[in-house]
């Protein structure tokens, strides 16, 4: 085999799954053979609903788990860099006999060095790399715990964690998520801060874009808000793009 089937979970440092987040592996060395130059490379997987490592295809379909190359004839170890979130560390793979192997023991037997973008090229570089064959990824926001009840499908404020409202005018320039499922008072959440979410109760007419209503609700009608704020723009009648835009007062 010409590749070591990478598994296993990705975590927060309070010991959560880190959820729907992009996973980037690239490989700093190129292996060589005699006659033979394998250039470096970079591939793209990120984690599923409850931190397990997955690849994603162009049409959403999700198989477990990372192929990741060491050399046609699986002989050479593989050097690589590990890019979550802002995270960084390095490792070496071991020789390629397509056993699945964890990434808690690639860490774990590595000598880590971390390290953090220091250019807007490397920022640029890791966005562009957490988007793959059209498949557009979420950009997840910190974890937070509920102050109140949160229905799904609405827009919050980062800030003070209740539902955002563009009927009142307070409201004009705050941070927001989108959170897709409801929260219970007291409980842990998360908010898409940019990507593709859907749902099979919407019905979005697909050449208008989508404005942050009244208490949090996605709306194509702006009227009796204080301000516009665009927040989405749909894809299809069920599904859309998280992209917040800036706000225009009325």
């Known amino acids: ?20 987040t992009p996973v980037i592996f690239r490989r700093k060395i190129g292996s060589y053979t005699t006659n033979i130059q394998y250039p470096p490379d970079t591939l793209s997987c990120s984690t599923n609903s409850i931190g397990d490592i ?43 006999d397509g056993s699945p192997i964890e990434l808690s023991v690639l860490r774990a037997g590595s000598a880590p060095v971390e390290s953090y973008p220091q250019s807007i090229i490397d920022y640029v570089d890791d ?11 979420k950009i997840i926001s910190d974890t937070f715990v509920a102050p109140v009840n949160l229905s799904a499908l609405r827009i919050i404020n980062l800030n003070s964690l209740q539902l955002a409202s ?32 859907s749902d099979s109760t919407w019905n979005w007419n697909t050449s208008s874009p989508i404005f942050l209503g009244a208490n949090g609700i996605l709306t194509q009608n702006t009227s009796g808000l204080l301000f516009i704020r665009q927040v989405a723009a749909p894809v299809s009648n069920q599904k859309i793009i998280i992209n917040f835009g800036e706000s225009i007062i009325l």
């Open 1 to 20: 085999m010409a590749w070591r089937l990478l598994v296993g979970k990705v975590y927060r440092t309070n010991d959560t799954p880190w959820v729907n």
């Open 127 to 137: 966005a562009v790399a957490g988007v793959t064959a059209g498949n557009v990824k």
């Open 166 to 197: 563009a009927s009142n005018i307070s409201d004009v320039s705050i941070a927001l998520g989108f959170l897709e499922s409801a929260v219970n008072l007291g409980a842990s959440f998360t908010t898409v801060l940019q990507g593709t979410v």
């Open 54 to 96: 997955v690849t994603v295809d162009s049409n959403g379909n999700q198989t477990p788990g990372c192929r990741l190359w060491v050399n046609e004839e699986g002989d050479k170890i593989s050097n690589y860099e590990c890019l979550v979130g802002r995270d960084r560390f390095d490792f070496s793979l071991p020789l390629g």
